[in-house]
């Protein structure tokens, strides 16, 4: 079986190929770890393959919470999608535990 111009990213069981004694062949990126890829698959699907590629982290949000225990988050952006399976894109948001201190948390009402 041949990949000609047909290269899928991830697990795609839509995306194969016929292959020897009417088997299946497939042209997707998880064909690598069952092995069962077309011949062709790493000449004509990999080595277009283009990695995922992310900007910096954004600052830190303030605190959800005023008073007592709440949340911080950042996040970032893709500035490359993976592509021809590529390597996925890692998180693009964090998130961290913050205590909120504003002046009026410990007045009494």
């Known amino acids: 079986g041949s990949c000609r111009q047909r290269c899928c990213p991830g697990r795609n069981n839509a995306c194969w190929a016929p292959g020897a004694r009417r088997a299946r062949c ?3 990126s998880y064909c690598q770890r069952t092995g069962d890829c077309c011949r ?3 000449a004509t699907c990999r080595r277009a393959a283009v990695g995922c590629a992310v900007g910096p ?3 830190w949000s303030g605190c959800s919470s005023r008073c007592g225990v709440g949340s911080r ?3 970032r952006q893709v500035t490359v999608p993976p592509r021809h399976g590529g390597d996925p894109c890692p998180d ?3 998130r961290r535990g913050c205590l909120g201190q504003h002046p009026s948390c410990g007045m009494a009402k």
């Open 73 to 75: 988050a950042r996040s």
């Open 40 to 42: 062709d698959y790493l």
């Open 92 to 94: 693009l948001k964090q």
């Open 57 to 59: 982290w954004g600052p």
């Open 26 to 28: 497939y042209c997707d």
